[in-house]
């Protein structure tokens, strides 16, 4: 993996940026959360891939290792989360990919995002989760990428 | 008096209309009676006051044979309109036990493969005196095909039958994302719908042009009546260079949009919409029957409203939401369940749903009169800076070479991305607020237990499909399908030898892929 690029924090220190690919897996067309995500992370100085509509797990993790993304957020409504979300995580470990962090955003019953968290995801983001949030959980897995503080499960 | 505030499409609500805003206000011409144009007060001149608007909840269980026993209880109850919801595959055209298909069956809907679950999913059901609202776009043809088929076995004719398919693809490459074929040859397959169903269905609502998904991505009222109204244009053109005659299908027409918690901008949005439908069809397409201009419209409640946080308290909202509706107008009204911004929704929050309509038209006095708002200083104001708006929008659209062009330049799309972004910002910085979200929160929230779909439909799905493919005459089969892709070809209506596709048991995502074969797959410009 390249090392992570830093940049100027508005608090004037310089901060290590990941590069995101956000993701929509499966036949959801749904896309205002994963565009608006997009934004605000690219907003706030990241680099960020989006893949469009109707990726297969394989497409993603494809993506992911192409554009050499240290985090990927995948943004699902339709109640397909488990089983996508089980074969992302596992096509990374297959391609030796595991260090790249999972991100989750959609319409995601609390046992479930527990359920993702033990697969390995991050962090689950559900309707309401504040941006300004999700940048700073970004910012915070960006440092703790670059300082090799993470556990693997 | 404080300044001016500004409406979610961004324009002025003053804190004070005295009337002097309306000096010079046409009654007649802006106005009318109700049920004449430009039926800004209604379609109908008793509206309400006769019979109230269909309660028309949309819904779909894992497999057809738990969706039909769900259609007999709603039958039995006393409802005449069933609302189809399909799984995601089936909305995509795709089989069961496609690869693309893993995890998504039976998820968001019911699961048809091919005529069998069709016939499943109907079965026992008079379909002469139910009607039947589909939630179907790109593989439109198809599933209203099936249906024919499967009424045809119960020996009820094509003239008998009445519903609704959603049918409008434009709307998917701007929003909602369903979309199989590249716009042309979508709106190719569109006409041969209307033709089709002009000589063999002539009582089926043939589209059903949305607003709703397009609020749902972050479209204002202004960008989404407006957007769905150029689209609206561009099936017009389609048909009529097709040959039809506008009566002959403008009157089968109908519209659907979003009730936002936004109560006298929405009532206004729906009066000016359908002042500028009718003066479209009257004055650009010279329709003649009053039927062609009018804007006849479901509403669903803005799903996108609702919170995961305190989710009881989006029963307040949806009734807010459905109030504003009733008081536009609408024709139908699907009202949200509370929790669906946390799962599928349970029985109980589908029941509660309903009863909020029930509330709405049987407790309340809002049904007694008919348009209520009529002559409001501050509902013609906006009805009319609404109207003057979205003509604007309507026309940057037509700058752009209409609605398909403006799509291919990703026009529509990026305009409400902007508007998805603004709003979210705004949240974040709680300038505008959400109840439970970023004001009036609570420390923890209360546990919520979701409905489950169970995973063995997509299991059992997939054996039923290997049956079938084993069972029937595949040679007989291929030929069908070939047939199809001899018509996507050429010029003739698709429609008859996808028929005769389906009927031999073709199944859904067979027939959508011999189109694609043809016809190709979209590829849409997507930034962000």
């Known amino acids: 993996m390249k090392a992570l690029e830093t940049r100027k924090h508005p608090s004037g220190t310089a901060t290590p940026r990941a590069r995101v690919l956000i993701a929509k897996p499966g036949l959801d067309g749904h896309d205002r959360g994963a565009k608006v995500i997009a934004r605000a992370l690219r907003d706030a100085g990241y680099e960020v891939v989006y893949t469009g509509l109707h990726q297969t797990p394989e497409q993603i993790v494809a993506s992911a290792i192409a554009e050499d993304t240290q985090i990927v957020g995948l943004s699902i409504l339709s109640g397909a989360h488990l089983s996508i979300v089980a074969k992302v995580i596992s096509l990374l470990a297959e391609e030796d990919a595991a260090d790249i962090r999972v991100l ?50 | 008096m404080g300044a001016a505030s500004r409406s979610e499409s961004d324009l002025p609500i003053q804190p004070l209309y005295d009337g002097a805003e309306l000096d010079g206000f046409d009654a007649a011409a802006k106005l009318g009676t109700p049920g004449q144009f430009p039926f800004t007060r209604g379609v109908y001149p008793s509206m309400y006051t006769g019979r109230p608007w269909t309660m028309r909840q949309y819904a779909g269980f894992g497999t057809a044979k738990e969706s039909n026993e769900r ?30 298909a893993r995890g998504e069956v ?26 039947t609202s589909m939630t179907i776009n790109a593989p439109a043809s198809t599933l209203l095909l099936m249906y024919q088929l499967v009424a045809a076995e119960q020996g009820v004719a094509g003239d008998q039958l009445t519903g609704t398919i959603q049918n409008d693809v434009l709307k998917e490459y701007i929003a909602r994302g369903t979309y199989i074929y590249p716009p042309k040859q979508s709106l190719r397959l569109i006409s041969d719908i209307f033709a089709y169903c002009h000589q063999e269905i002539p009582r089926w609502n043939t589209i059903s042009i949305s607003g709703y998904h397009m609020a749902e991505a972050g479209a204002t009222p202004v960008q989404e009546i407006a957007f769905t109204l150029a689209n609206a244009k561009e099936y017009v053109r389609t048909a009529l260079a097709a040959g039809l005659d506008i009566d002959d299908f403008a009157p089968r027409l109908s519209f659907f949009f979003v009730a936002r918690t936004t109560l006298l901008e929405e009532i206004a949005t729906f009066r000016a919409a359908r002042r500028i439908w009718a003066r479209i069809m009257r004055d650009e397409f010279k329709a003649k029957n009053p039927k062609s201009q009018m804007l006849r419209f479901h509403t669903q409640t803005a799903g996108v409203q609702l919170t995961a946080q305190q989710p009881e308290v989006n029963l307040v909202r949806v009734a807010l939401q459905g109030l504003g509706a009733v008081l536009g107008g609408t024709q139908s009204l699907h009202t949200n369940s509370y929790d669906e911004a946390i799962a599928l929704p349970t029985q109980k929050a589908a029941r509660l749903a309903l009863r909020t309509q029930q509330i709405i038209a049987y ?5 007694a009169t008919v348009d209520p708002f009529a002559g409001s200083y501050v509902m013609e104001s906006m009805t009319d800076d609404i109207e003057a708006a979205a003509l604007e929008l309507i026309q940057a659209v037509e700058d752009r070479g209409g609605a398909v062009s403006a799509i291919e330049q990703g026009f529509q799309k990026a305009e409400i991305e902007r508007s998805a972004y603004r709003i979210a910002l705004e949240i974040d910085k709680s300038e505008r607020t959400v109840v439970g979200v970023n004001r009036f929160v609570l420390d923890e929230e209360e546990p919520y237990e979701p409905l489950r779909v169970d995973p063995q439909i997509e299991v ?4 039923r499909l290997a049956a079938l493919r084993k069972e029937r005459d595949n040679d007989a089969v291929d030929r069908a399908l070939d047939a199809v892709r001899v018509a996507a070809q050429g010029t003739d209506n698709v429609l008859v030898p996808m028929r005769e596709a389906l009927r031999l048991r073709a199944t859904g995502g067979e027939v959508s892929h011999a189109l694609r074969d043809v016809w190709g797959v979209y590829v849409p410009l997507d930034t962000f």
């Open chain 2, 106 to 131: 039976g998820k968001v809907g019911v699961a048809i493969d091919s005529i069998e679950d069709m016939r499943t999913l109907f079965s026992g059901l008079p379909l002469d005196k139910v009607s």
């Open chain 2, 363 to 367: 407790e309340t006095d809002v049904t």
């Open chain 1, 104 to 153: 989750i955003g959609g319409i995601i019953p609390d046992a479930d995002a527990r359920a993702l968290e033990a697969m390995g995801v991050h962090a689950v983001f559900t309707p309401g989760a504040d941006m300004s949030g999700i940048v700073e959980t970004v910012d915070q897995l960006s440092v703790m990428i670059h300082d090799g503080a993470l556990e693997y499960v």
């Open chain 2, 71 to 100: 259609y007999h209880e709603l039958v039995g109850a006393g409802t005449g309109g069933l609302s189809v919801a399909f799984d995601l595959p089936t909305q995509m055209g795709y089989d069961s036990d496609e690869a693309i």
């Open chain 2, 460 to 463: 059992d799905q997939c054996e």
